[in-house]
């Protein structure tokens, strides 16, 4: 039997390295352009991705186990909620969540990309349809309208994690700029103010090492 009551469970909290491989970034359809860009991390050199339309940068940092704070957005984005089955079917849901990487399909497509946005596009969903069935659920009125808009730039702003630092559009998240320099920030347009402010945001937990790294890198000016 399908449970129908509760959120599907959160793929990223199981997958110990985030940001690191072709499919890593969050998009509404598989279109993005993707650059990729070597760093060092903890002395491991990691290949990873930026994608130019979904606007998001973000790197693993010594494969330390992805949390709440330091993907690129909040955690109700990822993952689906189950009264989609109510909408079109466990058939058409069960199709679409066999594309993604797993132990049948260890080749699929990134399990990140499980997440509403996705998932409400390539399904059809109707806007009408969600917001019925969304009654009682965590989805805000804001939330849905992003969803909905195709546009990224929205997704991003609504979306954003509390982690994250939110430029220009673009997501940053607090891995990306401990690892990244003051000239990497200043050619992104993260001024001196800019971080301050977001240092003193996010504190230090749970983001202790990244907040140590961070500050450092804009004390070398």
């Known amino acids: ?38 760093i060092k991390a903890n002395d491991t050199e990691l290949q990873c991705t930026v994608g130019k339309e979904s606007m998001v940068h973000d790197v693993a940092l010594g494969g330390s186990a992805v949390t709440d704070w330091s993907t690129p957005y909040s955690p109700i984005y990822y993952g689906i909620p189950t009264f989609l089955r109510d909408i079109v079917g466990d058939e058409i849901v069960d199709e679409w969540l066999s594309q993604f990487e797993s132990l049948e399909n260890p080749d699929g497509r990134d399990k990140l990309e499980i997440n509403v946005v996705n998932a409400v596009n390539e399904m059809k969903i109707s806007k009408n349809d969600f917001i019925k069935y969304n009654i009682g659920w965590s989805y805000s009125k804001e939330e849905v309208e992003a969803m909905f808009s195709q546009d990224q730039k929205l997704v991003n702003k609504v979306f954003v994690n509390l982690g994250a630092l939110l430029h220009n559009n673009e997501i940053y ?38 907040h140590k790294k961070i500050k450092v890198n804009l004390n070398s000016k």
């Not at 009551?5 to 499919?23: A, H, Q, R, S, T």
């Not at 891995?175 to 504190?203: C, F, M, P, Q, S």
Request: glycine letters at 4%; proline letters at 3%; a negative charge.
């Open 1 to 38: 039997m399908k449970i129908k009551n509760f959120l599907l469970v959160m793929i990223i909290l199981i997958i110990p390295l985030y940001g690191c491989n072709e499919k890593s970034v969050n998009t509404i359809e598989d279109r993005n352009t993707v650059h990729d860009t070597k």
């Open 173 to 210: 998240t607090a891995n990306w700029l401990a690892v990244h320099t003051y000239e990497d920030y200043k050619r992104e347009g993260i001024t001196e103010e800019i971080l301050a402010e977001y240092l003193e945001r996010i504190g230090e937990a749970p983001l202790k090492e990244q």
